[in-house]
C-alpha cells in the first residue's frame, strides 16, 4: 500500500469556500511534500513541511504536519475555480539503501464558480 | 524558467511494438524518474537515475528499460508493448535526493500512452 495516502479522494466546493485535504503515512519521515496536478498534466511542486515544523503558509496555502499521528493536511483558504486540481503528498522512503519518494493516490478538488 | 519536456503529449501504439518515450530537462539535474500515473493508483516509479549511466528499478520496472547517456535526457523503453502499459507516463527531474536534503522534483507535461 502506499506510504501517503490522502483522504478524501475528492472533494467538491464552492468559490470562496476552504477547502482540507489530509495525507496519512506510515514511517517515520523527515519532510512532507504537497503537489498538484491540473487535469491532464504533470504535477507541480506547492510546499515543503520539515518535521520539525508544525504549519507552514504559502498564499492561500497552509499545511500542518502532525508527526505524533503521521499525518498532513493541507488548507486552501478563499478557493477559486483555478484551484481545480488533483492534490498530492509525497512522503519520503528508503528501500534498499535508496531514498526516494512516495506520492499518494491524490484528492480531486473541484471548485464550483 | 526551469523546464522538463516530454517527446510526445499522446502517442498510439500497437501490442508488441517497441516504444520510446524521451524526456529532456534544462536544469542540470542529477536525479531523474519515470513514473507511470493510473486512476486509483496515483504515481507509481518506474525507473530512476541519479547520474549518467546508472539506474536504479522503483516499484514497477517489469516490461521497462532506461537509459541515460547524457545528463539531460533520460528515456524510458517499453521493449515490446502490451495493453496494460497503456497509462499516463510523467517524467521528473530534481537535485539529488538523501536525507539530509528536500529537493523537490520537476515534472514534464506527461505522455498518455495507449496501446492498443
Known amino acids: 500500500s502506499q506510504q501517503g495516502e490522502e483522504d478524501p479522494q475528492a472533494l467538491s466546493i464552492q468559490e470562496g469556500e476552504n477547502a482540507t485535504m489530509n495525507c496519512s503515512y506510515k514511517t517515520s519521515i523527515n519532510n512532507l511534500q504537497w503537489y498538484r496536478q491540473n487535469s491532464g498534466r504533470g504535477l507541480v511542486h506547492l510546499i515543503l513541511?520539515?518535521?520539525?515544523?508544525r504549519e507552514k503558509h504559502s498564499g492561500r496555502l497552509r499545511v500542518t504536519l502532525d508527526t505524533s499521528k503521521k499525518s498532513s493536511s493541507l488548507l486552501i483558504t478563499a478557493s477559486r475555480a483555478a484551484d481545480t486540481a488533483s492534490y498530492f503528498c509525497?512522503?519520503?522512503?528508503?528501500?534498499?539503501?535508496?531514498?526516494?519518494?512516495?506520492f499518494g493516490t491524490g484528492t480531486r478538488l473541484k471548485v464550483l464558480a | 524558467d526551469v523546464k522538463v519536456t516530454q517527446s510526445s503529449r499522446y502517442l498510439v501504439k500497437r501490442t508488441g511494438e517497441k516504444v520510446f518515450l524521451e524526456c529532456v530537462q534544462d536544469?542540470?539535474?542529477?536525479?531523474m524518474f519515470w513514473y507511470r500515473q493510473d486512476p486509483g493508483l496515483g504515481l507509481r516509479l518506474i525507473y530512476f537515475?541519479?547520474?549518467?549511466?546508472?539506474?536504479e528499478k522503483g516499484d514497477i520496472p517489469e516490461g521497462y528499460s532506461v537509459s541515460r547517456e547524457k545528463k539531460e535526457r533520460f528515456s524510458l523503453i517499453l521493449e515490446s508493448a502490451s495493453t496494460n502499459q497503456t497509462s499516463m507516463y510523467l517524467c521528473?527531474?530534481?537535485?539529488?535526493?538523501?536525507?539530509?536534503?528536500?529537493?523537490?522534483?520537476?515534472f514534464g507535461p506527461g505522455t498518455r500512452l495507449t496501446v492498443l
Open positions: 521528473a527531474s530534481s537535485l539529488p535526493l538523501n536525507r539530509g536534503s528536500y529537493n523537490e522534483q520537476f
Open positions: 513541511i520539515r518535521s520539525n515544523e
Open positions: 509525497a512522503t519520503p522512503t528508503t528501500t534498499s539503501g535508496t531514498y526516494k519518494y512516495i
Open positions: 536544469m542540470d539535474h542529477e536525479n
Open positions: 537515475s541519479y547520474d549518467v549511466k546508472m539506474k
